[in-house]
């Protein structure tokens, strides 16, 4: 098989990763890729966006199967335009249309769909400008915190937790004045839901699903999940808490709800799905869906997977997914993010990277990275995923702990607490 793969991040460089592990793989492209991906395949001067571009070119090499990594093509339509031009229908693509991309697309069309399709999820209501003085009151009848969510697509940004309500109620009407462009022109208020987070993933031509392994990863860019958002710092898998009757839970009552709601609702999904869910006194509640695999959850989940991931994707092109087998790796594995100092906020690139002969490069997994005069220098906040394998958790993070000692970058920085509140939980059965 001949693969396109697009993006630029570390979910795209595991991606990449696993594909090219595949007996079954001719060649692989990825677009625009970074330097990790540009030692495994061959990376491509191709916008994500650039949808005409990228069908000529995978007219002219032959390719036949096409995955989406980030969302923003997927929630602008990429499989949509495929489907619509005749002679691009024979290429499979890896990811929803903009119909079942809208799980992640619209924070309140994702709520809807759930409290149609009776999916735990906090409590909530949308508002836009001219229902301001409703969403005033709404956030009233609220006990605090109280969570406020950009509709729209934001960068991972969009989301606002405060206390106090009258911050709640002034962050409000900045939302919905445009602090965050369109994306925040609706505006969803939740309920504020107390737990311990996780993701969950599954694979699905919208009848049939595998579920992967799932993980937990860690936004904050400070210990003790403290200071400002981040693209994510860190991951681990599997989750000690997710124990099987929580699993259980998972699949009966949100899985499964929803691949039944997409279908019932005539939205053609195939691709992967990523449950962010809440475990709240031993229940899974939804706070969001998206429409494709999460980073750094990706850097940890997909070594997991001992399947051959073309196995899965020729599933998706043939209707037999029911019929493919997913393996899990028993190994736990966890991933620590290198990062640019002052990320999330301003940050130098092209900073060159040192990676040591020590370090197991194949875990290396490249986020924000490109070459330069042979040299790997830095090109974004969130610059490599270090992942390691170990027999249990604690080995993992021990594990690629140390590996860190092998890459180094001016002004690098590392939380280094991922994945100990989870070495707390109890152990999973």
Known sequence: MKILLLGSGGREHALAWKI?????LEKLYVAPGNAGTNSIAENIDLSVEDFEGIAQFMLDKKIEILVVGPENPLVNGIHDYFDSRPDLTQITVVGPKKEGAKLEGSKGFSKDFMKRHRIPTAKYGSFNYDTLDK??????SLPGPYVLKADGLAAG?????ESDLSKAKKALKKMLKGQFGSASSTVVIEE???GVELSVFIITDGVNYKILPEAKDYKRIGENDTGL???GMGAVSPVPFANREFMDKVENQVIIPTVKGLRKENIDYSGFIFFGLIAVKGDPYVIEYNCRLGDPETEVVL??????????????????LSERDVEIDPRSASTIMLVSGGYPEKYKSGVEIEIGAAVNSDLLFHAGTKEVNNKIVTNGGRVISVTAYGKNLETALKNSYDSIDNVSFDKMYFRKDIGKDVLKSPKKK
């Open 157 to 161: 940004k969009g989301v606002i937790i």
């Open 20 to 24: 090219s592990q595949s007996s079954q």
């Open 303 to 320: 070594p997991r997977l001992k399947s051959d991931i073309l196995e899965l994707f020729d599933g998706l092109a043939t209707n037999t």
């Open 135 to 140: 969403g005033l009151a709404y956030l009233d």
């Open 229 to 231: 958002n981040t693209g």
């Open 192 to 194: 504020f839901l107390s």
